[in-house]
């Protein structure tokens, strides 16, 4: 393998101010980098996406031409990089410009080195060193798939970039997307999976009155009364081995006027449930209908993502833990937690996917920075991984 340059790359790429959903000409310089890879771009609206694709081993020229003609059947091994270029506005109070990287001590600061310009750095350096002489070794087919809107509403990224490559034959059979996922220390954990996300908004009628002749009204907080125990925080399944206990959780509620002699005509009740795969949109309607049977009510509840999880002995998690404990000298817990990333897209169409990146525990703050060690062994990880893929 060649020198790591992935402390330049990371530098260079955080240097672009991509508030979501700008892509700030970074897609060029990122092609520059991988110069042997093939380009495809795969806009939508304001949304920039881009795919760069390379096949290494024997027949390689004569596998990209089929690709290219439109003529590829996804007979080939296809492993995936994933991320995404885009960073939230940077905010006030930074000790320095967020889009002038700068080196401070073992620390890259500027927005995004953590979430995640890092993790992009890393993959783009490892697949940089990919030797190019393969011609006689088992064909694979290496990608990248980036967007510029995995911070915003997500649904001209990813999810709209892997459908146009289903339509070409392009979904990969391993993905790895390299959101920052570990905690105190580099290569403590490794995301298998993701709970879904689901909300909820639940109003409750009554009839408004004065409090003085409480017999005249229909007190819609008497109503829900002690239900609301069977409701909030209530744990809608037991979790398993891979997720916690998929919990309602209340996020909002409010009813009345705002003044004390006035009963509400109605109550309004916001909440999400991260859920696990054990609940699904349908039981958790099932059990608010029986918790409020007999009231009247309106019940409006909306996924936002579903939740996936990989098989903890499936080939990429298998191979991305062994490199984990190789290089970095540590044990990676196989996990769920956090909010939704875009792995679950990858995860919709089969696609064995994990997470893994940098430390966490800057991300979306006032002066994020990134150790530079972490980097380095991050794609250090990346590299072995990729030699481990060719030798599966």
């Not at 760069?52 to 290219?68: D, F, H, P, T």
Request: some cysteine.
């Amino acid at each position: 393998m060649a020198e790591s340059n992935v402390v330049e790359i990371a530098k260079r790429l955080i240097s672009y101010p991509t508030i979501t959903p700008n892509e700030c000409g970074i897609y060029e310089y990122i092609s520059e980098v991988l110069k042997d890879f093939n380009i495809l771009r795969l806009d939508k609206n304001e949304v920039k996406n881009l795919f760069l694709y390379r096949i290494v081993g024997e027949n390689a020229s004569s596998l990209m031409q089929k690709i290219e003609l439109g003529e590829y059947q996804g007979e080939l091994l296809h492993f995936c990089f994933a991320g995404h270029i885009d960073v939230v506005p940077p905010g006030e109070g930074w000790e320095s410009d967020p889009f002038l990287p700068e080196i401070r001590g073992e620390y890259l600061l500027g927005r995004g080195s953590q979430d995640m310009k890092g993790g992009v750095a890393a993959f783009l350096d490892a697949l940089s060193q990919i030797s190019k002489s393969q011609e006689h070794s088992k064909p694979i087919l290496f990608s990248v798939l980036l967007t510029s809107d995995e911070e915003g509403v997500g649904i001209d990224g990813t999810r709209y970039a892997l459908e146009c490559l289903e339509s070409k034959n392009l979904i990969p059979n391993y993905a790895i997307v390299a959101e920052p996922t570990c905690v105190d220390k580099f290569g403590d954990m490794i995301k298998i999976g993701r709970r879904g996300s689901i909300n909820g908004v639940l109003k409750i009628y009554g009839k408004q009155g004065h409090v003085a002749y409480p017999e005249k009204c229909i007190n819609p907080v008497e109503l829900l009364g002690k239900r609301l125990g069977d409701l909030a925080g209530y744990d809608l399944d037991l979790g398993d081995e891979n997720f916690m206990p998929s919990k309602l959780v209340i996020t909002d509620i409010r009813g009345g006027m705002e003044v004390v002699n006035v009963t509400p005509n109605d109550l309004k009740i916001m909440f999400n449930v991260r859920n696990s795969t054990l609940t699904t949109k349908e039981s958790l309607e099932k059990y608010i209908k029986n918790i409020l049977e007999g009231l009247e009510y309106e019940l409006e509840i909306r996924v936002s993502s579903e939740p996936f999880i990989s098989q903890r002995d499936g080939v990429l998690v298998s191979i991305l833990q062994e490199s984990v404990k190789k290089v970095a000298k540590n044990e990676p817990v196989l996990s769920t937690s956090g909010g939704t990333s875009d792995a679950r897209f990858f995860a919709k169409y089969g696609c064995e996917v994990a997470e893994f990146g940098v430390c966490n525990d800057r991300i979306h703050s006032i002066n994020e920075r990134v150790r530079i060690s972490d980097l380095k062994l991050l794609s250090a990880v990346f590299c072995d991984v990729i030699e481990s893929i060719k030798g599966a």
